[in-house]
């Protein structure tokens, strides 16, 4: 029987508020989160896990993370979460205390290890500032944890992405080091896919030699103005979440991203009829 493949679902920027409130005064993000829930849980094959990429709350607030774990409560997979430029590291801790942290105090970063595959969780976050940064014990980290076993494949998944898209109000807030993380990027091969978010909408480039992606939100997606044309804005576009899936193989395997869009759609239905034949 071939290896099985490890299926990772992302999700990302939930902005939970506290039960009853709108982002912007419009955005209902728990409805939007609980429709996420829902997909996720209905879709088959399950994933082995979910993967929030950063911006769990909004504010943020305590209670805004006690409203976030009622919300994922009925989530049939588990799940970790990192930190966003709208999260704050000691309450994530405090709501999520049993997750492996590599330190017990400062960044949340995080290494899990899945069949044949590693993840690498950091922390971009920096108090008080919507840019995203990795500090030093980070990079360090990060580098160790790529050198100490370089056959594995490993995805890296952050809330900062390390490129411009082109979203002028994005680009002023992405992660400013990301010099930094290209070179260790470079010097690990492994590496075979970078995971961010942010930016609220499916977004794909090459980072360091490495395929790089935004994921897109549950709930309302940043205008996509490539030309200055209007104040920051949002809008309520299609929801979904990624689905990153890894294949077992030579080398470092084969990873594979699909979007998953989150809503009642028609289907699936046949191609084919009973007497076999395209209808
Ligand atoms: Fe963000």
């Given at each position: 029987m071939p290896p099985k493949p490890v299926r990772i679902a992302q999700i990302s920027d939930l902005h939970i508020k506290q039960p009853g409130k709108l982002a912007y005064g419009r955005v209902d993000t728990a409805r939007a989160l609980e429709?996420?829930?829902?997909?996720?849980?209905?879709?088959?094959?399950?994933?082995?896990?979910?993967?929030?990429?950063?911006?769990?709350?909004?504010?943020?607030?305590?209670?805004?993370?006690?409203?976030?774990?009622?919300?994922?409560?009925?989530?049939?997979?588990?799940?970790?979460?990192?930190?966003?430029?709208?999260?704050?590291?000691?309450?994530?801790?405090?709501?999520?205390?049993?997750?492996?942290?590599?330190?017990?105090?400062?960044?949340?970063?995080?290494?899990?290890?899945?069949?044949?595959?590693?993840?690498?969780?950091?922390?971009s976050s920096v108090a008080g500032e919507p840019y995203g940064e990795l500090d030093a014990p980070t990079l360090r980290w990060l580098d160790t944890m790529l050198a100490s076993s370089p056959d594995r494949p490993a995805l890296l998944f952050l809330h900062h992405p390390p490129f411009i898209t082109g979203i002028w109000h994005m680009d002023r807030q992405n992660l400013r080091n990301a010099g930094d993380l290209a070179s260790i990027v470079r010097r690990h091969p492994r590496v075979q896919l970078i995971a961010t978010g942010h930016v609220h909408r499916a977004t794909l480039t090459m980072f360091a030699g490495v395929p790089t992606t935004i994921c897109p939100a549950p709930n309302h997606a940043v205008d996509l103005d490539l030309e200055q044309l209007r104040p920051p804005s949002f809008r309520v576009e299609h929801p979904a979440f990624h689905l990153h899936s890894w294949f077992p193989g030579e080398g470092f395997g084969n990873l594979v991203t699909h979007q998953v869009p989150i809503g009642d759609f028609d289907g699936p239905r046949p191609f084919f009829g009973p007497d076999g034949k395209l209808l």
């Open positions: 429709r996420c829930v829902t997909a996720l849980n209905e879709f088959l094959p399950q994933p082995d896990l979910v993967v929030i990429s950063g911006d769990l709350a909004d504010t943020p607030k305590p209670e805004e993370y006690d409203h976030l774990k009622r919300l994922l409560t009925p989530l049939k997979r588990p799940f970790v979460g990192i930190p966003g430029n709208h999260d704050a590291r000691e309450m994530m801790r405090a709501a999520f205390p049993d997750a492996g942290y590599a330190f017990s105090s400062g960044p949340l970063n995080q290494k899990l290890e899945t069949d044949g595959l590693d993840l690498l969780l950091l922390d």
